[in-house]
């Protein structure tokens, strides 16, 4: 009965863990998901910086954000990490950010910046569609 008991308790603060998205468990957990299910892809992506995928969607009336699953080998996006307590990025990460936009010719800009691991992060727009799915030139 105790195991039965701590295993509902165990599995219902998993599911609020992954439900409130708590340290980022349900980006690391889709992330893992998306590497196995476009193997090629992730493969590929080891070794090319580009965006990679929609990957997720908020906001209200017109006023939407984006966010899009992007391979970085190089790790020049750990420069732009998310803020801490901050709404925006510095002046020091969107320098970072924008430069990478702008090697990518992004048309949208880069508002926020996290990394899921090494060589891949996630990066977020303001009410601006990414048009561009392409390798960089």
């Not at 509902?8 to 889709?30: E, P």
Request: with cysteine; charged share 20%.
């Amino acid at each position: 009965m105790t195991k039965v008991l701590l295993l509902i308790v165990v599995l219902i603060a998993g599911a609020t863990a992954f439900a409130l998205n708590v340290g980022g468990i349900k980006d690391q957990c889709r992330l893992q998901i998306w590497t196995w299910s476009h193997a090629r892809e992730a493969a590929a992506a080891r070794s090319n910086s580009t965006v990679l995928s929609h990957w997720d969607a908020w906001g209200f009336g017109a006023d939407d954000n984006d966010s899009y699953l992007v391979s970085d080998p190089a790790n020049v996006l750990s420069g732009a990490l998310e803020p801490v307590r901050r709404p925006t990025l510095s002046d020091r990460q969107a320098q970072v950010a924008e430069a990478w936009r702008k090697s990518h010719k992004l048309n949208c800009e880069v508002v926020w910046v996290k990394r899921l691991r090494s060589g891949f992060y996630l990066i977020a727009t303001y009410d601006c569609l990414l048009h561009i799915l392409a390798p960089a030139q």
